[in-house]
């Protein structure tokens, strides 16, 4: 008796939706608050309050998905990257031939995303300041993105070897010059044209990939 009116409970159905459906809903409107008021008030002046009244929501669906506001703030980042990368992704089957002219999209196409403050602060300025628990999570994501440093390079160069600690420092180091370039940008308000911005990094991405090739004998 019990265990059928279990299953019948699991699969109801409220206004047209599943209750995991509406719990996935649910995540997802925590996940767009946490945006906003990490992105704007930063994780010490995140609160639980504050991300429920943000996302019209009580605490008690907010422990639903999150164990804490750190819980939270981690789940926000990994959205971000994902959705960063997935964009960088989709690009790749249409990006132009010539290798200048790629590098300069693809970083046409990051500063337009960094364009949203939020964003900016919650990948590179609220990752810093994060508890010992918060770094080792975020340390994690920011390594799995040297496989899409590869990825960029195997488009060009299918039969590249270089070792995986190789790319990943070489990752960090590209990585490194954009984002503190899109920290510096955001902060002074966007108030370098992104045109400029776009062609000063080209040249950095640019040497890199001609000292590869001097280096290690890569054509481009």
């Not at 699969?11 to 599943?18: D, E, L, N, P």
């Not at 902060?187 to 062609?199: A, F, W």
Request: net charge neutral; proline share 2%; hydrophobic share 40%.
């Amino acid at each position: 008796m019990t265990t059928t009116t279990t299953k019948k409970s699991a699969k109801r159905v409220y206004a047209g939706q599943s209750e995991s459906e509406r719990v996935h809903e649910r995540r997802e409107r925590f996940l767009e608050a946490g945006l906003e008021i990490f992105g704007r008030h930063g994780m010490r002046g995140a609160t639980v309050r504050k991300l429920c009244k943000e996302a019209g929501l009580t605490e008690r669906y907010f422990y639903e998905s999150f164990t804490d506001t750190e819980d939270l703030y981690c789940a926000v980042y990994n959205g971000q990257i994902s959705s960063l990368t997935q964009r960088f992704l989709s690009e790749l089957p249409s990006l132009p031939e010539p290798l200048e002219d790629r590098i300069r999209v693809c970083l046409q196409l990051y500063f337009s995303l960094m364009r949203d403050d939020r964003m900016v602060r919650v990948l590179y300025i609220e990752s810093m300041v994060g508890s010992d628990r918060v770094n080792e999570i975020l340390h994690g994501i920011v390594r799995a993105q040297s496989s899409l440093a590869e990825t960029m390079l195997k488009v060009d160069n299918p039969d590249l070897k270089l070792s995986a600690d190789f790319i990943e420092a070489m990752s960090a180091a590209i990585n490194g010059a954009c984002s503190a370039t899109a920290v510096q940008w955001m902060l002074s308000g966007y108030k370098i044209p992104q045109e400029t911005l776009v062609e000063s990094l080209k040249l950095v991405v640019l040497g890199t990939m001609r000292e590869l090739k001097a280096a290690y004998g890569v054509g481009f």
